[in-house]
């Protein structure tokens, strides 16, 4: 028995979760960053690894690429299905702001992955293969229909089963029910789903059940558990069982800036009844055995000194060939305008001339980890040109950003923030305006520094702090900054390399000892 949660310490939303003989895979929703589509992969349900991504770039659209003053904030890639089925892994998910449905197959979970796109939009659908090889996605929010598909999985099935299974009652929820999967358990259906409810303070995991697949279903509020953590619903995710018999969901919970954890719940049978927890709670401790017990877990996050690998993958994908896996960018990168220097080094160019951090293309970023973490770098900003910026930046709508800038061939450590919300953000949304510089000291000439942020996402205190660390010293600089989880981006706060101009194009940076560090509770 131990205390395993949360398991990875860092934001993977809306995960699916199977077993394929002694090995869990889980995917999760990675929206706007790449590449995208995450799967990490498990033998123990509490240790992951990164195993794969589906895609380095999905729709192709100029949002997708931050071109054209648009982007992806909050939209993208939303709340994937994992299936395996002869020897094939299937996974689908829509594009949230294209309003298309994707498919990937693959024979292994390193790909190569086929991709194509089925005809309609599936809000957070489930994919679900009954014995005789008919397949279907359960799908939609508050009205969760059961839609049969063609024998090719290209879209709906003409004449086939087209049918709302279960419906919430819109007046009595803040969201309806959301978050599909569809399980065959013991010759029943089982359909988890996620909903909240206006008189509990919290998401809530709820459980359907029938005899046969089109219905009726039966069920209701299974899990409104918070794990002891400031109120923040375990709601939405995968059964999946275990060599030996015993099940477990594995939910995320809401966790403030930090993003969306995944939660690992034990589930026990009473009859056809699944019992989330003990007693309703979330269990402090979890009995959990390893498949793999000499198995080495690499971690999801690195320092990285950015060189060149000299076992470099050969594939097409720069990015996957260059780069650790624990990186992602923020959007598709512009392939031309990054690389690893010979002696080492990540170099960016900006190719474009933006408002501010978040408009800027090939940000490099990593995930913020639970409860507080750190990470620094050394900026090279001899290569920048007037009114350029390079440095670190704590991503989320409300960011702040450490580095250096160069005026009139002058040198400045400066931190610039976003402290509020730009007004209209909903579900995405497109900050147009230039951060507030809070902190500038000239540098005197000299054109590289080492910078980094801490930070502290202990019982939702979502706080980062700056710093700059001279002659091995760390010192702070500037105020504490506020961090917040909305819908604009709708993803947990992330490290993030930037680069970016606000007068002219081409100026350049060069990033090197990346550090990171977690720091325990």
């Not at 994919?127 to 090719?152: K, Q």
Request: aromatic share 12%; hydrophobic share 35%; with cysteine.
């Amino acid at each position: 028995m131990k205390n395993v949660n949360p398991l990875t310490r860092m934001d993977y939303p809306d995960p699916d979760v199977i077993r394929v003989d002694d090995t869990y895979y889980m995917i999760s929703t990675t929206m706007y960053y790449m590449p995208g589509g995450v799967i990490l992969r498990s033998y123990d349900l509490a240790n992951w690894e990164i195993a794969a991504y589906l895609f380095d770039e999905l729709d192709g659209t100029p949002a997708e690429r931050l071109e054209n003053g648009q982007n992806s904030y909050g939209k993208g890639m939303w709340a994937a299905s994992l299936r395996y089925r002869n020897g094939r892994f299937y996974a689908t998910f829509v594009s949230h702001g294209q309003e298309d449905t994707h498919l990937f197959t693959a024979e292994s979970i390193d790909g190569p992955w086929e991709h194509r796109k089925m005809r309609g939009y599936f809000h957070d659908s489930s994919l679900y293969f009954e014995d005789d090889g008919r397949a279907f996605l359960v799908s939609g929010n508050a009205e969760i229909r059961l839609t049969e598909l063609a024998p090719d999985l290209s879209g709906p099935k003409e004449g086939g089963i087209d049918t709302v299974i279960v419906r919430d009652d819109r007046e009595k929820v803040f969201l309806g029910f959301e978050g599909s999967h569809l399980y065959k358990i013991r010759g029943r259906y089982y359909l988890t789903l996620i909903h909240w409810p206006k008189d509990r303070s919290r998401r809530t995991e709820a459980v359907y059940s029938a005899d046969a697949i089109e219905g009726p279903y039966e069920g209701g509020d299974v899990f409104w558990d918070d794990g002891g953590y400031c109120g923040q619903g375990i709601a939405q995710g995968g059964l999946v069982d275990t060599p030996d018999g015993r099940w477990f969901a594995v939910l995320f919970r809401d966790s403030g800036a930090v993003g969306r954890i995944p939660i690992l719940v034990p589930v026990t049978w009473d009859g056809d009844t699944p019992v989330f927890g003990e007693n309703g709670r979330l269990p402090e401790d979890i009995a959990i055995v390893s498949t793999k017990p000499e198995h080495v877990y690499r971690p999801l996050f690195t320092s990285d000194s950015f060189e060149l690998p000299v076992d470099a993958v050969a594939v097409e994908s720069k990015t996957r060939r260059l780069l650790q896996p624990q990186w992602q960018w923020n959007h598709v990168p512009d392939d031309t305008c990054w690389d690893i220097l010979p002696e080492g080094g990540l170099t960016v160019t900006t190719g474009a001339v933006c408002v501010n951090p978040m408009q800027a293309r090939n940000t490099l970023t990593q995930r913020m980890s639970y409860p507080s973490c750190e990470a620094e770098v050394t900026v090279d900003a001899s290569g920048l040109f007037s009114g350029d910026h390079a440095g670190m930046c704590a991503m989320q709508g409300c960011y702040v950003m450490i580095g250096i800038t160069k005026e009139d061939g002058r040198y400045y450590l400066e931190i610039a923030e976003r402290k509020e919300p730009v007004k209209g953000f909903g579900i995405g949304g497109n900050d147009t305006e230039p951060p507030t510089v809070t902190y500038r000291e000239e540098l005197g000439g000299e054109s590289t520094v080492t910078v980094g942020i801490t930070a502290d996402f202990t019982m939702m205190k979502d706080t980062v702090s700056c710093f700059v660390r001279r002659n091995g010293e760390k010192i702070t600089v500037g105020e504490p900054h506020r961090m917040y989880f909305r819908l604009d981006h709708f993803t947990g706060a992330r490290f993030g390399l930037c680069t970016w101009s606000e007068k002219a194009a081409g100026g350049t940076a060069v990033f090197t000892d990346f550090v990171y560090r977690q720091v325990d509770e």
